[in-house]
């Protein structure tokens, strides 16, 4: 059973910054592709960004130079540092993984972490 626990949200004025972390368990971690997805109130979950499992990232458009996607396979846990947070960051942010089974793709995601950027 795929289990991903998000840490790290939190109250944050805007410029500055917070790191959070994924931990991962019950997965093949290296073999997953992963991502950071967001959701603002009254709005659609979004893809913040992504790391593919041989590295290679990419990212909204919203976050570009702002935002860096990590993985750290030894530890089975993924990142996103955000610098520069600006109000509209402010969302839940989710965990995902992309795992497959038998040739079927799965979507395996976390409960969700708040962050608020406000001064």
């Known amino acids: 059973q795929v289990q991903l626990v998000e840490s790290g949200g939190g109250l944050v004025h805007p410029g500055g910054s917070l790191r959070l972390s994924c931990a991962a368990s019950g997965l093949i971690f290296n073999s997953a592709a992963m991502a950071w997805y967001r959701q603002a109130p009254g709005k659609q979950r979004e893809l913040v960004a992504a790391i593919s499992t041989s590295g290679s990232t990419n990212y909204a458009d919203s976050v570009k130079g702002r935002f860096t996607i990590s993985r750290d396979n030894a530890k089975n846990t993924l990142f996103l540092q955000m610098n520069s947070l600006k109000p509209e960051d402010t969302a839940v942010y989710f965990c995902?993984?992309?795992?497959?089974?038998?040739?079927?793709?799965?979507?395996?995601w976390g409960q969700g972490t708040q962050v608020t950027v406000s001064s």
């Open positions: 995902n993984a992309k795992t497959t089974f038998i040739g079927k793709i799965y979507n395996n």
